[in-house]
């Protein structure tokens, strides 16, 4: 058993300190990556509900409830501050990769303290594969939510197939790695190439973060 809670605390006070000496889009990555903490958490206490009051196998849970639960917690203050600032899209990229590495950040922090440290094939894939698929999944929707905004088609709709292709992606992986052999090593491989795509995509996009 670890306590998640005094883990998030041991590493968010120094990053909520460094607060006071940065600013600018350095200090909004920090703020997002906090954020990003914070929702990691949040959205493994709904999991950890959902696994007791559901008679679903941790497999089953894995592949169709945590994609859902996940990504929907990521997404909830990106679409916030997308909603209620109306930010440049620079600032959404910034703000979405700083949620999303938190978020994997601590992810990773907890698997590591509960699985220990001393496999590093497992940390090579806890670092390489999962943890690359929280930020590439988060991303996936910036860009969508960019091409909306740009072609003035803003809707629920819009906002909804963005959040559902994250998920689809999400689910994907958990399901490829759930088995040993061919189709795990495709899953593990999955989230690197996918971010090497975006990142291609990023640069058609071409956000101007030089003043942010």
């Not at 041991?10 to 990555?29: D, E, M, T, W």
């Not at 209620?84 to 700083?98: D, K, Q, S, Y």
């Not at 052999?181 to 990023?202: E, R, V």
Request: contains cysteine; hydrophobic residues 55%; glycine residues 8%.
């Amino acid at each position: 058993m670890i306590y998640a809670e005094n883990i998030l605390i041991c590493i968010a006070v120094p990053l909520a300190i460094s607060l006071l000496f940065v600013r600018g889009s350095a200090r909004r990555f920090i703020i997002s990556f906090l954020v990003g903490m914070t929702m990691c958490l949040i959205g493994a206490y709904i999991g950890g509900f959902v696994d007791s009051v559901t008679e679903m196998s941790t497999n089953d849970i894995s592949i169709f409830i945590s994609p859902i639960i996940e990504e929907m917690t990521k997404f909830a203050p990106l679409l916030i501050y997308v909603l209620f600032l109306e930010p440049e899209e620079g600032r959404m990229f910034i703000v979405a990769t700083g949620v999303g590495a938190g978020f994997a950040t601590f992810e990773n922090c907890c698997h590591i303290l509960t699985s220990g440290a001393e496999n590093f094939i497992f940390i090579m894939i806890r670092g390489f594969s999962t943890g690359i698929m929280h930020i590439v999944s988060i991303l996936a929707v910036v860009i969508g939510l960019v091409i909306v905004r740009r072609f003035r088609a803003v809707s629920v709709a819009g906002v909804v197939g963005a959040l559902s292709l994250s998920m689809s992606f999400h689910g994907l992986y958990n399901l490829l790695v759930s088995e040993p052999g061919l189709t795990s090593y495709i899953g593990y491989a999955l989230p690197l190439i996918t971010s090497i795509l975006l990142y291609a995509g990023f640069m058609r996009l071409r956000p101007d973060t030089s003043e942010l």
